[in-house]
């Protein structure tokens, strides 16, 4: 039976089975379980480490809590196994940096963010180069000795965090400048390099509409003899309209309203309030207007102005949800909120939203969790600390992440620890594109896009011995929903609009784009440039007219026939019979360029 226990944690979940079919003994199997931790004298690895690890946390969940048997061995690796499952206090910084390596990539991380809640209780302190020894003890054995890379894998997320501090410490940017991290990479182009635990996951975009069911309506009454002056009347049924059937067909009937008498009683609480017996309406007068309005609010009750801005005057009737459909409204290419706070309120809702891939979101999902109120939620077990983030941490270190740009109206708080996030989220889009194509080497953000769709658009490469050297690239999803493709400026040339033409489908630009980016700005109050308000002033745009350029030489594609356009120069086409995006009636073909090539034409 000894040898039967090893790394796999599904064999320790049987032992309860075998005590409850009193197959062994609980005395039996916990002489078994401390037997295996005498035999292993020294850790090479970690599955015989991983095979303490289960020994010890079985040994303690079938003897009651006990761990005494486990602390007499007096063996390192045993203490610092109690430690990380909360069963003493007793902590070395210093046999963690020797021993980190050995842990699972999730323990890795439940480890380091414990650190740092230690480290915010004042439980204890450390340093930023004596966190960056945690790990950085064992990444020289991790690269050279390759019974390690076979045997398991380093939590690279963790260490990237390190180097991406380490990096903004000393450059003002998140770069991860790590042999680790190029070797993984580029070892293995196929793999998405992704950090999953230290930023805060998309649950969905939390969008508002209007949900015009009210439980009654307020209007202002004009007094019929002086008409300057008005009072609000407020009404609501005494029964509700209902539709019933039966064995000769549909009838309406009246039910009791269920919330009448509360409504009532409501009603009555405000102050000066009068029933109009005649009006059948109860009466307020307009000097109550707060009053009113916070009733109306608090009991959705329509409010009808004779200014009739329905919309300003009923925000209480906005509900909010991030489902659609039933399901979490998460915006494609979006796994971490990345989202932009905007200066000023929303125009509609008068509310305070984020602007994320193009739309309003009106809750960020980034949560202060050293906030004393923060509470975590239907997860009982989990700790406090498992919820910290990039952003909690950073903090943590009193270290400031806001991006000043030149202009003080774009000053964007955390904006640098959100272009990391938009970094992030545009690798999990586009990793295979953010390689340079002169050295392999990946390529790294040049700064917060302004309010443009994805928060990084432009790249370029980092690599001070490369040919591409800061060369600026932009990357961007196709204008074409249906077409998917990665628009990528070293492979394709602008059109005439300054827009990078897809190699796939040809789109570029539209006037619905133009126009509805400085409807954008103008909501968000951020910077217009000149030229995008002549392109909307002059309705400019190439796909509303079917004009489609080659992106190889930017020339006019020939149309051949409805969906089929050709360069004659690079033997280019595009072929728009799967798009149906693309062939919607609103396309201007009578406002096309009048030298637009034809097959017909000469």
């Known amino acids: 039976m000894i040898n039967y226990f090893d790394y796999t944690a599904t064999k320790y979940a049987e032992i309860d089975k075998w005590i409850d079919r009193k197959i062994i003994s609980i005395d039996a199997i916990l002489n078994v379980l401390l037997t295996i931790l005498k035999n292993i004298k020294q850790i090479s690895n970690r599955k015989e480490f991983y095979t303490k690890f289960y020994c010890i946390k079985k040994y303690i969940s079938t003897n009651k809590g006990n761990f005494e048997q486990i602390s007499l061995l007096n063996d390192t690796f045993n203490?610092?196994?109690?430690?990380?499952l909360n069963y003493?206090?007793?902590?070395?910084?210093?046999?963690?940096?020797?021993?980190?390596?050995?842990f699972k990539p999730d323990d890795q991380v439940y480890i380091f963010k414990r650190l740092f809640y230690l480290k915010h209780t004042k439980q204890i302190d450390f340093n930023f180069d004596e966190l960056d020894e945690i790990v950085r003890a064992d990444i020289s054995l991790f690269l050279l000795n390759e019974k390690f890379t076979n045997d398991f894998v380093l939590d690279i997320s963790t260490h990237t965090i390190i180097e991406a501090i380490k990096s903004y410490l000393s450059k003002g940017n998140f770069l991860f400048?790590?042999?680790?991290?190029?070797?993984?990479?580029?070892?293995?182009?196929n793999k998405k390099f992704k950090i999953q635990d230290y930023f805060e996951q998309c649950n969905g975009r939390m969008t508002a509409e209007y949900n015009w069911h009210s439980e009654g309506k307020i209007k202002q009454i004009r007094f019929p003899n002086n008409p300057e002056l008005f009072y609000y009347g407020i009404e609501f049924p005494t029964g509700i309209e209902r539709e019933g059937r039966n064995y000769y067909g549909s009838?309406?009937?009246?039910?009791?309203?269920?919330n009448f008498e509360h409504l009532k009683d409501e009603?009555?609480?405000?102050?000066k309030v009068k029933w109009n017996p005649e009006k059948k309406h109860w009466g307020v007068p307009a000097t109550y207007k707060d009053e009113v309005y916070l009733f109306a609010k608090e009991n959705r009750f329509f409010i009808e102005l004779e200014n009739k801005k329905h919309y300003d005057n009923n925000i209480h009737l906005v509900e909010f949800s991030k489902y659609k459909d039933n399901e979490p409204n998460i915006p494609i290419g979006i796994n971490f909120?990345?989202?932009?706070?905007?200066?000023?309120l929303h125009n509609k809702f008068k509310n305070e939203f984020w602007w994320c891939v193009n739309e309003a979101c009106f809750l960020n999902a980034e949560i202060n969790h050293l906030d004393n109120s923060f509470k975590p939620e239907n997860e009982q077990n989990k700790k406090i600390w498992e919820y910290y983030t990039l952003l909690d941490i950073l903090r943590i270190l009193g270290i400031n992440t806001d991006e000043n740009k030149s202009s003080p109206i774009d000053f964007v708080k955390d904006g640098n620890y959100y272009k990391l996030i938009g970094h992030i989220n545009a690798f999990n889009r586009l990793v295979e594109k953010l390689y340079c194509l002169e050295c392999g080497d990946l390529l790294y953000p040049t700064e917060t896009s302004h309010f443009a769709l994805y928060r990084d658009v432009k790249f370029h490469c980092e690599n001070q011995n490369c040919n591409q050297y800061k060369k600026v690239i932009y990357l961007?999803?196709?204008?074409?929903?249906?077409?998917?493709?990665?628009?990528?400026?070293?492979?394709?040339?602008q059109c005439e609009l300054k827009l990078y033409i897809c190699d796939k489908c040809g789109t570029c630009c539209s006037f619905a784009m133009f126009k509805r980016r400085l409807e954008n700005l103008k909501l968000v109050g951020g910077y217009i440039h000149p030229e995008l308000v002549e392109n909307v002033e002059l309705e400019k745009g190439h796909l509303e007219r079917a004009e489609y350029y080659c992106y190889k030489c930017k020339k006019m594609m020939t149309q051949i026939s409805e969906n089929l356009y050709k360069?004659?120069?690079?033997?280019v086409s595009y072929d728009f019979e799967k798009y149906k995006w693309l062939n919607k009636k609103w396309t201007m073909k009578p406002y096309r360029r009048k030298d637009y090539p034809l097959q017909n034409n000469k």
């Not at 203490?79 to 990380?84: A, G, P, R, V």
């Open 88 to 102: 003493t206090d007793n902590f070395d910084l210093n046999l963690l940096k020797k021993k980190f390596i050995y």
């Open 79 to 84: 203490n610092l196994i109690l430690w990380h």
């Open 251 to 258: 009838y309406t009937y009246i039910e009791k309203n269920p």
């Open 267 to 271: 009603v009555k609480k405000l102050p």
């Open 337 to 344: 909120c990345e989202g932009r706070k905007s200066k000023i």
């Open 177 to 189: 400048e790590s042999d680790l991290i190029l070797k993984d990479l580029k070892n293995n182009r």
């Open 476 to 493: 961007n999803h196709c204008l074409n929903g249906e077409c998917a493709n990665i628009v990528d400026s070293r492979v394709s040339k």
């Open 567 to 571: 360069c004659n120069s690079c033997n």
